[in-house]
């Protein structure tokens, strides 16, 4: 079964906690033995959305 990948730049995703407007995305660095990491948290109800796993650099989600 395929899925397809459709993009909507005019669509904004709901948080799934609290489901409202994701309109800002807010973000903490967090820095540690493992390296930086950032959290990416909704700026309605401070849910962690998602964590960056990459080393250093702060590219996408
Ligand atoms: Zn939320």
């Not at 904004?12 to 390296?35: A, Q, S, T, V």
């Not at 700026?43 to 702060?58: D, E, F, N, P």
Request: hydrophobic fraction near 35%; include cysteine; glycine fraction near 6%.
């Amino acid at each position: 079964m395929k899925i397809n990948l459709v993009e909507r730049d005019e669509e904004i995703p709901l948080c799934p906690h609290c489901k409202k407007r994701l309109d800002n995305i807010w973000f903490r660095e967090l820095k540690g033995d493992m390296g930086k990491r950032i959290v990416y948290f909704c700026s309605s109800c401070r849910a962690v959305l998602s964590i960056s796993h990459r080393k250093g650099l702060t590219m996408g989600l």
